[in-house]
């Protein structure tokens, strides 16, 4: 059975950082507004099939998310 992996705030931002994206590049590959990047990244509610898309979007450019494993969630970069 796989695990689906909800995108957290800081998974965000770390993976914009990792990739160099500012959040008007994250919007564009995302699809949405860059207001909606930045709604999220500061906690504000979103439907979740826009985090989905903002994920996806992040995960096509090259990122993997990583599960909580008890010392928190996080990111790293595809090889």
Same mark, same amino acid.
């Given at each position: 059975?796989?695990?689906?992996?909800?995108?957290?705030?800081?998974?965000?931002?770390?993976?914009?950082?990792?990739?160099?994206?500012?959040?008007?590049?994250?919007?564009?590959?995302?699809?949405?507004?860059?207001?909606?990047?930045?709604? =999220?990244?500061?906690?504000?509610?979103?439907?979740?099939?826009?985090?989905?898309?903002?994920?996806?979007?992040?995960?096509?450019?090259?990122?993997? =998310?990583?599960?909580?494993?008890?010392?928190?969630?996080?990111?790293?970069?595809?090889?």
């Amino acid at each position: 059975m796989v695990t689906k992996i909800s995108l957290t705030i800081e998974q965000c931002k770390m993976a914009r950082a990792a990739l160099g994206l500012g959040v008007r590049d994250l919007a564009r590959l995302a699809k949405v507004s860059p207001n909606t990047v930045t709604r =999220f990244e500061r906690g504000e509610s979103l439907n979740p099939r826009t985090i989905d898309a903002l994920k996806a979007a992040l995960e096509k450019t090259g990122v993997e =998310f990583i599960p909580e494993n008890g010392k928190g969630a996080g990111v790293r970069l595809r090889k």
